[in-house]
T-cell receptor, first 118, second 114 residues
Framework: AQTVTQSQPEMSVQEAETVTLSCTYDTSESDYYLFWYKQPPSRQMILVIRQEAYKQQNATENRFSVNFQKAAKSFSLKISDSQLGDAAMYFC???????????????FGKGTHLIIQP | AAGVIQSPRHLIKEKRETATLKCYPI?????VYWYQQGPGQDPQFLISFYEKMQSDKGSIPDRFSAQQFSDYHSELNMSSLELGDSALYFCASSLGRGTRQPQHFGDGTRLSIL
C-alpha cells in the first residue's frame, strides 16, 4: 500500500515571503499522480496543483510550484509571495495510474497547517 | 462552472439511526468517490464508482453501502450509526478513473452523531 508523509504539522511564514511544504511518499509503482490540495477553514478541498510521475518537468500554477524528485520520492510545494488567503491546511495526495492497476482513491498525508503572518 | 453538489450540508442523527448522503457529480463526470474526514484528520477513501459499477473499495465499514445511479449521482447509506461516524463526508468526481484528470471535491456533508 502507498503511504504519504508530511513531516511538518505546522509552518509559519511572513506575508509576501516564500515557503516550502514537504511531502514524501512510498510506492512500488512507476506510474502515478501526485496532488496538493488546500483546505481552508471553510473545510472545502481545493486542488492546488498536480504532477504526473512520467513528466520530469515540475508543475507550476501561478505562485505555486512543485519540486518533484521521483528517485527520492519527494514532492514539495513552494508558495511564492505568500498571501493571507493562502492560510489553510495543505494535503499532499497520491493516486495510482489505472494503467498500473491498484486503487483509484486518493491517499492523503496528515497535512501541514500553514499560517501566514501579516 | 458547475461543481460537485452534496446534500444535505449538515445532518444530525442519534446512535443506531440510519443516514443517506447524496452526491451529484460535475456534468459529464462518470466517476464518483466518497471520503470520510474525522476531526483533525486527513480524508480517508471509502469507495468509488465508475460508470455505475463499484470501482474501488477503501476503508468503508460494512454498515455503510453506496451506489451510483443511471444519472451518475451517488448515495452513501449509513446504518447503525456510531459516535465515531461523526465526520465530514466528501464526495468527489472525475472524468474517467486513474487518469490525469483530478478529482473535484464537493463542499462535504457534516454528520454529527449524538
Amino acid at each position: 500500500a502507498q503511504t504519504v508523509t508530511q513531516s511538518q504539522p505546522e509552518m509559519s511564514v511572513q506575508e509576501a515571503e516564500t515557503v516550502t511544504l514537504s511531502c514524501t511518499y512510498d510506492t512500488s509503482e512507476s506510474d502515478y499522480y501526485l496532488f496538493w490540495y488546500k483546505q481552508p477553514p471553510s473545510r472545502q478541498m481545493i486542488l492546488v496543483i498536480r504532477q504526473e510521475a512520467y513528466k520530469q518537468q515540475n508543475a507550476t500554477e501561478n505562485r505555486f510550484s512543485v519540486n518533484f524528485q521521483k528517485a527520492a520520492k519527494s514532492f514539495s510545494l513552494k508558495i511564492s509571495d505568500s498571501q493571507l488567503g493562502d492560510a489553510a491546511m495543505y494535503f499532499c495526495a497520491y493516486r495510482t495510474s489505472y494503467s498500473g492497476g491498484g486503487a483509484d482513491g486518493l491517499t492523503f498525508g496528515k497535512g501541514t497547517h500553514l499560517i501566514i503572518q501579516p | 462552472a458547475a461543481g460537485v453538489i452534496q446534500s444535505p450540508r449538515h445532518l444530525i442523527k442519534e446512535k443506531r439511526e440510519t443516514a443517506t448522503l447524496k452526491c451529484y457529480p460535475i456534468p459529464r463526470h462518470d466517476t464518483v468517490y466518497w471520503y470520510q474526514q474525522g476531526p483533525g484528520q486527513d480524508p480517508q477513501f471509502l469507495i468509488s464508482f465508475y460508470e455505475k459499477m463499484q470501482s474501488d473499495k477503501g476503508s468503508i465499514p460494512d454498515r455503510f453501502s453506496a451506489q451510483q445511479f443511471s444519472d451518475y449521482h451517488s448515495e452513501l447509506n449509513m446504518s447503525s450509526l456510531e459516535l465515531g461516524d461523526s465526520a465530514l463526508y466528501f464526495c468527489a468526481s472525475s472524468l474517467g478513473r486513474g487518469t490525469r484528470q483530478p478529482q473535484h471535491f464537493g463542499d462535504g456533508t457534516r454528520l454529527s452523531i449524538l
